[in-house]
């Protein structure tokens, strides 16, 4: 009975190095998406998974940002070439088929 | 793009005082989600509105969907300290397979 969890919780990474968050969905939810939030603000939608279906790309800030899920399962946010703005509360959440989203604690990434 | 403006951005107040947050946008959402954010946590879900002027209650708290499914607003009675946290709606437009769009965030604080 485990919510979302994402790892690392915490993670400090120089500029233009690379970076990658992951995320476990509640088991059995085909859905899966990838929001950031900077600094207490409302959440910015970056990604959606939906089954065997091709991924909503549409909220990717630039090209340094991709995301796979494996097996329809975990979710993996690679961000490379960090840059300073990249620095917010990564939030990932999954749903079932009611919609409903469940969101994770969030991972909160900081480039130095 | 759809936006969804939330008002107040930051509200201090009392414990026991009433205070009404709004979530307004000029786009017709499907529904439209309440959600709370303590520090270092995912949003939890709080209500789901889905018909123009519905209302609905969660003990002190009442959310109320506009007539035209543009706009809605979030009203508690007698606010406690543990009401304290960021305040985000968001919105789900036709068609867009649960996809959120998300206010700006009102940040409530409640003293004793």
């Known amino acids: 009975g485990a919510g979302v969890s994402q790892s690392p919780s915490n993670k400090v990474t120089e500029k233009g190095k690379d970076v990658e968050l992951r995320c476990d969905p509640i088991s059995g939810h085909t859905a899966l998406y990838w929001y950031r939030q900077s600094l207490g603000q409302g959440l910015e939608f970056l990604i959606y998974?939906?089954?065997?279906?091709?991924?909503?790309k549409s909220g990717l800030p630039s090209d340094r940002f991709s995301a796979e899920r494996t097996g329809g399962s975990v979710s993996t946010l690679t961000i490379q070439r960090t840059q300073q703005e990249d620095s917010a509360v990564y939030l990932c959440?999954?749903?079932?088929?009611?919609?409903?989203?469940?969101f994770g604690p969030g991972t909160r990434l900081t480039v130095t | 793009t759809q936006l969804l403006e939330q008002s107040p951005q930051f509200l201090s107040i009392q414990e026991g005082e009433n205070l009404t947050v709004y979530c307004n946008s000029s786009?017709?959402?499907?529904?439209l989600q309440w959600y709370r954010q303590e520090p270092g946590e995912g949003p939890v879900l709080l209500v789901t509105?889905?018909?123009?002027?519905e209302v609905k209650k969660l003990k002190r708290l009442t959310f109320q969907f506009g007539d035209a499914r543009k706009d809605s607003s979030l009203h508690i009675t007698a606010a406690q300290p543990g009401d304290t946290g960021l305040y985000l709606c968001a919105g789900e437009a036709t068609g867009t397979a649960s996809k959120l769009t998300f206010g700006t965030g009102t940040r409530l604080q409640v003293t004793l």
């Open positions: 786009s017709v959402f499907s529904s």
């Open positions: 998974f939906q089954g065997n279906s091709a991924p909503d």
């Open positions: 509105v889905v018909t123009g002027g």
């Open positions: 959440a999954s749903s079932s088929y009611t919609g409903l989203q469940y």
